[in-house]
């Protein structure tokens, strides 16, 4: 099984290193790739820094996790917005094995906005970091809205569907209290302080020193 988990990165983050981490240790997977992308076609605003820039932080954050997890760079090279299906439908012309993809339950709960969601619902399996029970209520009824009917519960944490060929599992993983937005302003702040001596909270110092190596995220700083 490929573990395939999207975001912007921006910085990569303890939390993102954290969920990698947990997911990998609760599943068997072959390969874990991260996808980051170029542009959340869902967000307005489009990233701080450049692509390049954010492809070498996250390089730089998942060197301790081995071979195993690696970086699939083709949204962040592409000068577009980055939609979900397209990537997972060239994706799965490259590999044999079943994928799975990962995200948090407020993205997954937002997954009707998404380009093609039936579509991507048929083409893999998902594992949904649940934080809030109300995700398993919202995904059936998500499912059924969407004209895939033919649901049931293999558990209490694990939803089946289209004669079992797909899943949606549901993890109880405690996040820790970061976020990307959070580091930018504190980073920021720094800048603008010179208080830069030590990294802020909630990413890694090899990352941190990346950063205070390219100047990235201090005022004014330009994509």
């Known amino acids: 099984m490929i573990g395939l988990f999207g975001g912007t990165f921006d910085p990569p983050h303890l939390g993102h290193i954290h969920l990698i981490k947990t997911i990998c240790s609760q599943f068997t997977f072959s390969s874990f790739y991260l996808i980051p992308n170029y542009q959340n076609p869902l967000k307005q605003r489009g990233p701080q820094i450049s692509p ?6 996250l390089q730089t954050a ?6 195993q997890v690696r970086i699939l760079d083709w949204e962040i090279k592409n000068p577009e917005p980055s939609f979900t299906i397209d990537t997972l439908q060239r994706f799965l012309k490259t590999v044999s094995e079943p994928t799975v993809f990962i995200l948090g339950d407020e993205c997954f709960s937002q997954l009707r906005r998404w380009k093609s969601p039936r579509e991507l619902l048929l083409l893999t399996n998902w594992i949904v970091v ?5 995700i398993m209520q919202i995904s059936s009824q998500m499912l059924h809205d969407l004209n895939i009917k033919d649901t049931r519960w293999i558990h209490s944490n694990h939803l089946a569907y289209s004669q079992d060929r797909n899943w ?4 109880d993983i405690e996040a820790l209290p ?4 959070q580091i930018r302003n504190s980073l920021a702040e720094a800048w603008k302080k010179n208080t ?3 990294p802020p909270q909630g990413i890694q110092r090899s990352v941190w020193l990346l950063i205070k190596e390219k100047r990235l ?4 700083e330009s994509k």
Do not use: A, P
């Not at 949606?168 to 993890?171: A, L």
């Not at 995220?217 to 004014?220: A, K, P």
């Open 52 to 57: 390049d820039q954010r492809l070498e932080l």
């Open 62 to 67: 998942i060197t301790d996790l081995g071979d």
């Open 130 to 134: 649940k934080r809030n029970e109300e």
């Open 168 to 171: 949606i599992r549901f993890c």
């Open 178 to 181: 970061y976020s990307s937005t």
């Open 196 to 198: 830069l001596d030590n």
């Open 217 to 220: 995220y201090s005022v004014g």
